[in-house]
């Protein structure tokens, strides 16, 4: 049962383009949202978040939006630079079992210069 | 100041041996979080402790164990090692265990099962 989805295994775009990269999940239950980025031989490095209450956040060139009623999130990154390819990861949890984070299957950006 | 730490890096291992994987948190983290990363998957959750108690655990079977010691490190131990058990595990650490704390990964040990 995967609770949270990237259905888009990679992603090609070119440099100073935006990146769009989506994620989907199906528990209700999830009110906190998290992206990671991992580069190869790497641990996953903590992006950008954001928590139910809010539609949208940012960060320099990350930004977060999440549609609660489609339960649909997505990363932009604008420009994209050739360091941001990477494999992207987003990650939900909920208040009611905190501390357990259930990721989606990643999604690997290509920024060509 | 340092992140999260993990060794080994690489381990080889056979069928039915056991192993025993080490974590770090960055100072001043009290919970520490296990996680294993099959190729082209997402991490999945094993455990999570705080305070050398456990507050959390995945779909893992019993051969999976772990523990935190009084500096807040952790390890992690797997029995009767199984091919499928070959994997990156990846450490987390955060200050606590509050809703929407962040957990900042460490490195990872590449496990290899033979």
């Known amino acids: 049962d995967q609770q949270v989805k990237q259905n888009s295994p990679s992603l090609s775009v070119q440099e100073g383009r935006i990146s769009i990269l989506n994620c989907d999940y199906t528990?209700?239950?999830?009110?906190?949202f998290l992206w990671y980025k991992k580069y190869p031989a790497e641990g996953p490095t903590f992006l950008i978040s954001i928590s139910s209450i809010k539609d949208k956040n940012e960060d320099g060139r990350f930004t977060v939006f999440l549609n609660k009623s489609a339960k649909h999130l997505s990363l932009h990154i604008v420009p994209s630079q050739p360091g941001d390819s990477a494999v992207y990861f987003c990650?939900?949890?909920?208040?009611?079992?905190?501390?357990?984070?259930?990721f989606g299957q990643g999604t690997t950006l290509q920024v060509k210069p | 100041d340092a992140g999260v730490t993990q060794s080994p890096t690489h381990l080889i291992k056979t069928r039915g041996q056991h192993v025993t994987l080490r974590c770090s948190p960055i100072s001043g983290h009290k919970s520490v979080s296990w996680y294993q990363q099959v190729l082209g998957q997402g991490p999945q959750f094993i455990f999570q402790?705080?305070?050398?108690?456990?507050?959390g655990r995945g779909n893992f079977p019993d051969r999976f164990s772990a523990r935190q010691f009084p500096n807040y490190s952790s390890e992690l131990n797997v029995n009767a090692l199984l091919l499928g058990d070959s994997a990156l595990y990846l450490c987390?650490?955060?200050?606590?265990?509050?809703?929407?704390?962040?957990?900042?990964f460490g490195p990872g040990t590449r496990l290899l099962v033979l």
């Open positions: 990650a939900a949890s909920a208040m009611s079992n905190t501390g357990k984070l259930i």
């Open positions: 528990n209700s239950m999830f009110d906190y």
């Open positions: 402790y705080y305070e050398k108690e456990e507050r």
């Open positions: 987390a650490s955060s200050l606590a265990t509050a809703y929407q704390e962040t957990q900042y």
